[in-house]
T-cell receptor, first 111, second 118 residues
Framework: GAGVSQSPRYKVAKRGQDVALRCDPI?????LFWYQQALGQGPEFLTY????????KSGLPSDRFFAERPEGSVSTLKIQRTQQEDSAVYLC?????????FGPGTRLTVL | AQKITQTQPGMFVQEKEAVTLDCTYD???????LFWYKQPSSGEMIFLIY??????QNATEGRYSLNFQKARKSANLVISASQLGDSAMYFC???????????????FGKGTKLTVNP
């Protein structure tokens, strides 16, 4: 079966542009997570969903960050008015238990 | 305060030898889970091993074992018989409230870069 997929794999944005990052979780996985990984650091939690409900968004760094999972499957992380400090790899993970399965990430570069 | 501390930015080991990667954690929650993930240069996080706070035995998965010392709040990863393919970043992570329906989010350490030399 397919793992977690993310698109695009790479995104270059000019400062001030809006971006949308997509995550396709493993089929049947109830929980979906977004993490941000800066260069040379560990992943940092952004938000997570159980089905379509966003249960924890405590890690979103500002109101420019918004995530949704309207039908409890695919999720989109949207960043408005991107800033240089938003440059990072954005990792999506899904789970149906304790283990989280990660996607390959989207590398966002803001110029 | 750091919830997960990995004090070794980099480690080197000879092929076929064992290596221990350190991890200490900080929590006041009696119910928690500890995870180790491997991140090769390709970027994908690969789950290696899990230890629950109430587990009596140290977790083992093939060549990976977790040296869990609860009183010291330590959860070190031991890799036996290192292989060249083990060269990667290794992250320790914690989930609090793991058995009581708490948040499922993981808190990660900064990682240790392991290099296996031939």
């Amino acid at each position: 079966g397919a793992g977690v997929s993310q698109s695009p794999r790479y995104k270059v944005a000019k400062r001030g542009q809006d971006v949308a990052l997509r995550c396709d979780p493993i089929s049947g996985h109830v929980s979906l997570f977004w993490y941000q990984q800066a260069l040379g650091q560990g992943p940092e939690f952004l938000t997570y969903f159980q089905n379509e409900a966003q249960l924890d968004k405590s890690g979103l760094p500002s109101d420019r960050f918004f995530a949704e999972r309207p039908e409890g499957s695919v999720s989109t992380l949207k960043i408005q008015r991107t800033q240089q400090e938003d440059s990072a790899v954005y990792l999506c993970a899904s789970s149906f238990g304790l283990e989280q399965f990660f996607g390959p990430g989207t590398r966002l570069t803001v110029l | 305060a750091q919830k997960i501390t990995q004090t070794q930015p980099g480690m080197f080991v000879q092929e076929k030898e064992a290596v221990t990667l350190d991890c200490t954690y900080d929590t006041s929650d009696p119910s928690y889970g500890l995870f180790w993930y491997k991140q090769p240069s390709s970027g994908e996080m690969i789950f290696l091993i899990y230890q629950g706070s109430y587990d009596q035995q140290n977790a083992t998965e093939g060549r990976y074992s977790l040296n869990f010392q609860k009183a010291r709040k330590s959860a070190n990863l031991v890799i036996s018989a290192s292989q060249l393919g083990d060269s990667a970043m290794y992250f320790c992570a914690m989930r609090e409230g793991a058995l009581q329906g708490g948040s499922e989010k993981l808190v990660f350490g900064k990682g240790t870069k392991l290099t296996v030399n031939p």
